[in-house]
């Protein structure tokens, strides 16, 4: 459920023109000032995988979803390990 209401979202900024990159970087902006500085990285390393493989790619939809869903997982991964 919770993929579906962020790829809608998501959606709905690419639909409305936003470009992926910025999307990216906004969402960046807004997640990083709360992670550590160890998960920050990797967030970053991710967020620019996906970045390059959403312009290589035709659907930036997929690469960005694909990014939030990796986020989620390294979020609550290093939830669970503290």
Request: hydrophobic share 45%; glycine share 4%.
């Amino acid at each position: 459920y919770q993929r579906r209401v962020h790829g809608g979202r998501l959606y709905e900024l690419l639909a409305n023109c936003i470009p992926p990159d910025a999307i990216f970087r906004s969402l960046l902006a807004h997640l990083l000032p709360h992670l550590d500085n160890a998960l920050r990285v990797q967030v970053v390393q991710w967020a620019a995988h996906y970045e390059h493989s959403s312009k290589i790619g035709s659907k930036p939809i997929y690469h960005l979803e694909a990014f939030v869903c990796k986020f989620m997982y390294l979020y609550q991964q290093a939830v669970m390990s503290t």
